[in-house]
């Protein structure tokens, strides 16, 4: 099916951050949006807002009669989405055209030129960087990204621009959909091994990645990964990191609650650029997204402007409450690694404060395959509390719960487990100088409501 064929799209999991921006570039198109989630929630009441009618009972009846005709409606899942869910069986059942999210953005990665970002963690903040570094250039671009710009506050930017960013996600393989003109691969940590396996089956999926970029284009990759590469004739490969490579970062200034550093780059270098989301990990972000950027013509000027008007992504690194008595934060960190680079740079920013997490895990195979390394990661701080893991789209494991990761905590970090429904009486109870709420599950609906505890005390 053409994408000038479809006059309406059903989406099945319409309130994914993923599948929700897609939607948007559908209504923007002025085709009829309609679909089915298992809860509302901000995105999909802002959604219905906008136009889209979506419903939250799994109901075949509950599909619009414009979604009904198969040779004019495009059906998108998740691929979190059982196999026997109803309406997707129906729309199976009566030859509808059905893709996955990933394929759509393929297709535009073919009428585009698709700037994408893929890695096991820092994708969401380099893709959503380099959108707003080019979106405010004279190249321009549009964007479809894993989190809400807190600039446009959207997950969608839209532009008359041949350039598309796309954020590639490596679950479930989705990113062999893409065909990108160029990529960053900011990591390859071994995760999803519930789907992959085998650490070698992760990383032969991003080389098999690599081969689907397109010939003039370029690969940007982190120098310290594990993977090997393996791109067509015609593509050029750049590497990157915080201070070695192509692209890498020099002579950087963090004081004041201010961080500064010059780019440096084969093309041209960029002198003081300064971060207006000042968190450390943000620097080697920042060098990856600049480098794509200026890959693609954006000049020394709009790469510091763009640096520098960057406002963040909600839920990395979200600060909800900062003073001169309390911080509060929200991260989506949800990987030993992720939370690794959180603690660093928690650390970094803080380093004469008592620092304490709450982390929700994401996933009982993820815990079970980690627990260890999640254990590592967080005992660079002063205080854990663990909640009850968040299931996802997972049924429970015999033996697999938070305790794993609280026993291999290091010798004096304070800890505690507490049920996630307690966590408001338990913050309540206590004082704290600097805390983070951390994790990819439904922990952060509680985050403002914290902050306005620890603010009131």
């Known amino acids: 099916m053409e994408l000038k064929d479809i006059k309406a799209v059903y989406f099945i999991g319409a ?10 570039y559908f209504l923007h198109q002025g085709m009829v949006v309609a679909g089915y989630d298992k809860t509302p929630t901000d995105l999909t009441r802002q959604l219905e807002k906008e136009g889209a009618l979506i419903h939250y009972e799994e109901n075949v009846e ?3 009669r414009a979604c009904r005709q198969a040779e004019k409606t495009l059906v998108i899942y998740t691929p979190a989405i ?8 129906f729309f199976r059942q009566n030859g509808f055209e059905i893709q996955k999210r990933a394929q759509v953005l393929g297709t535009l990665t073919r ?3 698709g700037l994408c970002v893929a890695g096991t963690h820092g994708k ?4 959503t960087m380099c959108a707003h570094i080019m979106h405010q250039s004279n190249v321009d671009c549009n964007a479809f990204l894993g989190g809400i710009s807190k600039n446009y506050g959207t997950n969608y930017i839209l532009s008359k621009s041949d350039y598309v960013v796309i954020e590639a996600d490596e679950f479930d393989r989705s990113f062999h959909w893409l065909r990108p003109w160029m990529t960053v691969i900011t990591a390859t940590d071994p995760d999803h091994l519930d789907i992959y396996g085998t650490k070698d089956a992760y990383l032969e999926s991003f080389r098999h990645y690599t081969t689907l970029i397109q010939p003039g284009g370029a690969l940007i990759i982190h120098r310290d990964l594990e993977m090997k590469s393996d791109v067509q ?3 050029r490969v750049f590497d990157y990191s915080l201070n070695e490579g192509d692209f890498h970062a020099e002579n950087i200034r963090i004081e004041g609650g ?17 971060l207006g989301q000042p968190v450390p990990i943000n620097i080697e972000n920042g060098v990856a997204a600049m480098a794509m950027a200026q890959l693609n013509g954006c000049n020394a000027e709009e790469l510091r402007y763009g640096m520098k008007t960057y406002e963040g992504v909600d839920r990395r690194f979200d600060f909800r409450l900062r003073n001169e008595r309390h911080v509060v934060l929200s991260d989506y960190a949800h990987h030993p690694q992720e939370i690794y680079q959180s603690a660093k740079s928690m650390r970094e920013l803080y380093s004469d404060r008592k620092i304490t997490a709450i982390f929700q895990p994401h996933l009982y195979t993820r815990t079970r395959d980690f627990y260890r390394e999640f254990a590592e990661a967080l005992s660079q701080l002063d205080e854990v509390i663990l909640t009850e893991i968040y299931p996802a789209r997972e049924l429970p ?3 697999v719960t938070s305790q794993l990761i609280y026993d291999n905590l290091a010798p004096g970090v304070e800890k505690a487990i507490i049920r996630k429904d307690d966590v408001l009486d338990y913050v309540r109870s206590r004082d704290f100088d600097v805390l983070i709420i951390l994790g990819a599950g439904d922990l952060d609906n509680y985050t403002d409501a914290i902050a306005e505890v620890v603010n009131s005390k």
């Open 15 to 24: 309130g994914g951050i993923g599948m929700s921006a897609i939607a948007r």
């Open 111 to 113: 009428t585009h030129k």
């Open 258 to 274: 201010e961080i500064t550093f010059d780019f440096i780059s084969p093309i041209e270098n960029v002198t003081n650029v300064q």
């Open 124 to 127: 969401t903040s380099t893709s």
């Open 397 to 399: 494991i015999e033996g």
């Open 82 to 89: 059982p196999a026997e869910h109803k309406e997707l069986v």
């Open 233 to 235: 004739e015609g593509v």
């Open 62 to 64: 509950l599909i619009p």
